[in-house]
């Protein structure tokens, strides 16, 4: 799609954000469970290795020490809520800074409790606040940014799911979304493109396209590794070493796609030139510092490309109508900046209201405003995904297994005797974790209990009682109680149980057919 070419006629355009993968996918695409998962892992010390600069290197930090990273700063986070970091933002004269910290109260009326109450990216504005607090330590944001990006782009990944979900998806969605004459996602995963095998604009980058440092075909990356100072990246998340932009700003993470997609063009536009006469490259080199020389003369003769084309000015300069699907009015105020600058005719903003009747719906788009500066209708998303049949997937419902959670209930209620819970809380907190993610909480769950504390014979009932409780609070998270993690891990050693037996028998049975 050239820039020029988006002028000749009205086209139709759509962006695409995360609530396509949450209705495809399910809650497991949800920011609270993302988090969850997250801590789950990096409590399991899944994470150390991210922290590591070699392959025998100690990390820089891990597993409880992420977890009570994550921790302190959920008071960081109430305290930014109540805007007493304002005056060390205004000292730090960072006006993305000041932006995203006034957009965070706005966004926080209500006292946060838990981690995962925090969305991903103003967990890079409260790390932020924290260092610069510090002082002492703020030269590590860099290094913790990354690290935390990691993270957060493993626990989006999902054990690779999410590059699965075109498999959910039917024919209905692959013509309603091959109409569309250009398609814009700022979601990383590539479910548009496997769905519909046509070019999608990745405006935030995209799990399948490698880091341009680390990319053999880019110019930089090609150097980086043949002189072997590329990064080292564990094989197993290698999909953390990606095209994927994080940040608490939008504007940073405009500013940054930009600023690569100025050099991506430029070096394309230098390859041309070269190619057809226009200028010599011996011409060029002279005029470039030695590492620059080095890096330009080895993209033109191996045909690399230098930064990476984000698209930001192919989304600036469309024109016609513009759909956007599952994108929250509140984040990202960069997009609406762009369309802004844009020649789009009129906007049609597809909102998730929940499940709203027509007439509160009808009386809240009333009430709603974006900041567009032209025209533009707000609908209900459920339109959409009615239109397409698409369904978010059913969750497990553990009312039907009522008398069996009732029992395990009761048992661990002794326990948690201060803190005691209802059997329909119960009930709803075990409704309401989606599959992959209590796949990964009762993975988490075992592990804890493989620990030798838990199997040394305590010497008083007092120590036992302790231990039981330090058990059910493993993972810490308001949406889930100890309770709760006693039940997951319960049935989950049952189902490993079955499964080793049936395993087991098969092997019996194989060996007596020998």
Not at 9 to 22: A, Q, R
Not at 38 to 59: D, E, H, I, T
Not at 433 to 461: A, C, D, G, N, Q
């Amino acid at each position: 799609m050239g820039a020029s070419s988006l002028m000749d006629k009205d086209y139709s355009s759509v962006l695409i954000g995360n609530g396509l993968d949450i209705q495809v996918g399910g809650d497991d695409y949800l920011n609270k469970w993302i988090m969850v998962r997250l801590l789950a892992r990096a409590k399991m010390g899944k994470y150390n290795m991210l922290f590591q600069n070699s392959p025998n290197s100690k990390p820089l930090i891990k597993g409880d020490e992420i977890i009570e990273l994550f921790s302190n700063m959920v008071k960081i986070a109430n305290k930014a809520r109540k805007n007493e970091y304002k005056h060390l933002a205004e000292n730090f004269k960072n006006k993305d800074l000041i932006d995203a910290l006034k957009d965070f109260k706005q966004n926080h009326t209500c006292e946060i409790r838990s981690i995962e109450e925090i969305g991903m990216e103003d967990w890079l504005l409260i790390f932020l606040l924290f260092l610069i607090e510090q002082k002492d330590i703020l030269n590590q944001y860099e290094s913790i940014k990354q690290g935390f990006e990691r993270m957060i782009f493993d626990a989006i990944y999902c054990a690779g799911h999410i590059q699965d979900l075109h498999s959910k998806m039917n024919k209905l969605s692959k013509k309603y979304f091959s109409n569309f004459d250009n398609i814009f996602t700022l979601n990383y995963d590539n479910t548009i493109e496997k769905l519909t095998k046509r070019t999608v604009f990745h405006l935030h980058g995209d799990f399948k396209t490698k880091h341009c440092s680390e990319n053999p075909q880019n110019a930089l990356g090609y150097l980086r590794i043949k002189k072997e100072k590329n990064v080292w990246f564990p094989q197993e998340f290698k999909h953390c070493n990606c095209s994927a932009i994080l940040d608490f700003s939008g504007n940073s993470k405009y500013n940054y796609a930009t600023k690569m997609t100025e050099t991506f063009l430029k070096f394309e536009q230098l390859k041309e030139n070269i190619k057809n006469n226009k200028i010599e490259l011996k011409n060029i080199l002279e005029t470039l510092s030695p590492e620059k020389s080095e890096l330009v003369k080895i993209g033109v003769e191996k045909d690399l490309y230098l930064g990476q084309d984000y698209h930001f000015q192919d989304f600036e300069q469309i024109t016609g109508t513009l759909s956007i699907i599952g994108l929250a009015p509140q984040n990202d105020s960069h997009i609406f900046s762009c369309i802004n600058k844009s020649n789009i005719h009129s906007v049609i903003f597809y909102h998730y209201f929940g499940n709203k009747s027509d007439d509160e719906i009808e009386e809240e788009i009333k009430t709603m405003s974006l900041p567009i500066n032209k025209p533009y209708i707000i609908k209900n998303v459920k339109i959409i995904w009615d239109k397409l049949n698409l369904s978010k997937p059913n969750k497990r419902n553990y009312n039907l297994l009522r008398k069996q959670v009732e029992q395990v209930l009761n048992i661990v209620n002794k326990i948690y005797y201060k803190s005691q819970i209802k059997i329909n809380d119960m009930l709803g907190q075990l409704n309401s974790i989606p599959p992959l993610t209590e796949k990964v909480i009762s993975e988490l769950m075992t592990f804890e209990m493989s620990k030798k504390r838990y199997h040394s014979t305590s010497k008083t009932e007092q120590q036992l009682v302790s231990n039981f409780i330090d058990f059910g609070k493993t993972l810490e998270v308001a949406a889930i109680s100890p309770q709760v993690l006693y039940y997951i891990y319960m049935m989950g050693s049952q189902s490993n149980n079955k499964t080793k037996h049936t395993i087991h028998s098969n092997n019996k049975k194989r060996k007596h057919k020998k």
